[in-house]
């Protein structure tokens, strides 16, 4: 009896460890680009299409984020004046992003960006100001060849990081 019951017992051990073995080999990932695994035997396949690779490359443009778009600007804007650019040193991050970049309809989104301007005339003063006082985003946009008087908006990210946008329009 006692070598049957062990027998039982190795038996259900194996076959629960093939299970597991089993389900495990069938693991697929799709992360919307053309990844998947198909298993643990070290099969991979990493492929991207044409919208992946567009996204990437606009991503990168702007520093690798979604910063690059008229609503990201526009949404920016009336907060810009009260970012605290102190912070900003030469070890931090900069990225510029010029209006002329931005992904979406230029001509249709430009009169949305431009009322939102004109309601923070005030803010925008503050804002060129602050950049004024800023050396080191100063100078980025001075290598450049811009001014704290063409920063339309300033985001600052959790990490530190600065996206500064300017127009480039005129």
């Known amino acids: 009896m006692k070598k049957t019951m062990t027998a039982i017992s190795i038996a259900a051990l194996l076959s629960a460890g093939s299970f597991a073995v089993a389900q ?11 990844v998947s695994v198909d298993s643990q035997a ?5 492929g991207t299409d044409a919208n992946a690779g567009a996204n990437a490359n ?3 443009n702007a520093g690798g984020n979604s910063d690059n778009t008229y609503g990201s600007v526009i949404s920016s804007i009336s907060g810009s004046a009260d970012v605290d650019l102190s912070a900003v ?12 970049s931005l992904q ?13 301007l004109s309601a ?6 503050t804002l060129h100001t602050n950049i004024e006082g800023n050396d080191t985003i100063k100078a980025k946009l001075e290598a450049e060849g811009f001014a704290a008087s063409d920063v339309v908006a300033v985001k600052s ?4 990081s600065v996206v500064v946008y300017v127009d480039d329009r005129a």
């Open 120 to 125: 923070d005339a005030e803010g925008q003063t």
């Open 89 to 100: 040193t030469d070890e931090a991050k900069v990225t510029i992003v010029l209006l002329s």
């Open 58 to 60: 606009a991503n990168a």
């Open 24 to 34: 495990d080999a069938g693991v697929g990932v799709d992360a919307g680009a053309g």
């Open 157 to 160: 990210n959790a990490d530190g």
């Open 42 to 46: 070290g099969n991979a396949q990493v």
């Open 104 to 116: 979406g309809d230029a001509a249709a989104e430009a009169s949305a960006l431009d009322e939102a």
